[in-house]
Every structure is written in C-alpha cells, then in structure tokens.
C-alpha cells in the first residue's frame, strides 16, 4: 500500500460494480489515494469481501455500502458485461432478450446513476464521471449487441461532458482483454481478439485500468473531458 499519493483525500466517489475484477482494483487504488468511497455490486457477499479486505489494507480508511448518502465528489460506473452462458453470437442467433438485456446492463445503469448525480455536482461546481466502455465498441461480429452498448457509452460520456461543463468532467476508459489469470489459461477467442492484436502482445491487468481510472478521476486530468481512453496494450479502437 505504500507508494500511492493521496490524490482523493477528503473526496466521496462511489464505484458501481464493485466486487468485479476491474472494480476490486479500482476501489482499492482510490482508497489507497485516501478517497472515502462507496461501494456497490450485484453480490452482497463478494461486495461484503471487498470492504472486508480493503479495511484489512488501510484501517483508516472510510468504505460503505450504497444506500441512503449525502453528495458525492466522484462516480466510476464500471458495471457492464453480458449476461448469459454463451459469449459469442451472431445477429441471427441473438432474440430480443439478449438485446434488451445486453443495453439494459451497460447502459441503464449509467444512465440512472448520472441523472441522478451528475445536476448535483453540476449544482455544486464540482465532481468527476469516469465511465467504462470497452475496445470491442469499434464493432464485433460476434458479439453486436455488447459493441453497439459500449458505443453508446462512448456517446454517451461524450453528451454528458457538453450537458455539464465546465464544472464536471465526464470520461470513459475503453479497456482490452482484462484477466488475472496465467497466460496459458486465456480463452483462445480472447487470446485472437485482443492479445495477438494488442502492441503490447499481452492481456491486460486488472491494476492497469484501475490506475488509468484513478488518473481521470484525479485533478492531474483536469484539462481532460468528453474523452475515451483505450487502456488496451495498444489498440486503438475507431467509429
């Protein structure tokens, strides 16, 4: 835990899906830069593991449960994904369900957490929004339904920095293949999707997007809104 600087002391940010791999890792960058965080995930036991751990590795630190809270400084929306046992499918193959479902776990969230708190940073003339897309927006045949969402969220992130500037900034990382898993053990589809393609030639660890997570919402990208940041080993998705 030593080595971090204190770059959200004194600030509120709550951190939607928590108890993910992405989201493990960010809440505990941000509370190990002193941020007072909030805690939220679809899991209460593996949420209730997380606090657990992160009180365990900074005892002074402030972690809750979402619920019933005042203003906040900061929100990272990093719930996303796709429901289901089968990954991949093509269009023919995905009914009305899958589609629904697919928008209505990236996207609606976002959408509610934002309206929610987004006019009252903006009221109070500050706060940061860091939102998670992913490379696959550029578009995927197998997966049309999860791409078209996180392009959305590219959109999306992009209207709400115009909707609340200048007084809160608004951006979203778009990561690669994220695991914690040894190389041998990747998926082969993942290992031709993102590893093969990435400079880097290597997935990505879940502390990398945390740390370019941390960045945007810390006042050293305080020039920086409206924008997308591939945290991807070195692709460089594209509309």
């Not at 890792?25 to 036991?45: H, K």
Request: glycine share 12%; net charge neutral; hydrophobic share 45%.
């Amino acid at each position: 835990m030593d080595g971090f600087g204190r770059r959200f002391a004194g600030s509120r940010i709550l951190v939607t899906g928590a108890a993910g791999l992405i989201g493990r890792a960010t809440a505990q960058r941000l509370t190990m830069e002193g941020a007072d965080l909030i805690i939220c995930d679809i899991s209460e036991r593996r949420l209730a593991a997380v606090k657990a751990d992160l009180l365990a590795a900074a005892p002074g630190c402030t972690v809750g449960a979402a619920g019933r809270f005042g203003p906040i400084d900061g929100l990272v929306n990093l719930v996303g994904g796709l429901r289901g046992s089968k990954l991949y499918a093509h269009l023919a193959e995905i009914d009305e369900e899958r589609w629904n479902g697919t928008f209505e776990l990236n996207l609606k969230g976002i959408y509610r957490l934002v309206r929610a708190f987004g006019p009252q940073m903006h009221a109070r003339g500050r706060g940061v929004i860091v939102n998670t897309a992913s490379v696959a927006y550029d578009g995927d045949p197998d997966q049309p339904e999860y791409s078209a969402a996180k392009a959305a969220i590219v959109s999306l992130t992009r209207s709400f920095a115009k909707e609340f500037a200048p007084h809160v900034r608004v951006n979203c990382v778009a990561p690669g293949f994220v695991t914690d898993l040894p190389p041998a053990e990747i998926d082969a589809v993942f290992r031709q999707k993102y590893v093969d393609r990435a400079l880097l030639g290597r997935a990505g660890q879940p502390a990398e997007i945390a740390a370019a997570i941390a960045f945007l919402a810390s006042d050293d990208a305080s020039f920086i809104t409206g924008t997308t940041l591939p945290v991807a080993g070195g692709i460089w998705p594209s509309l």
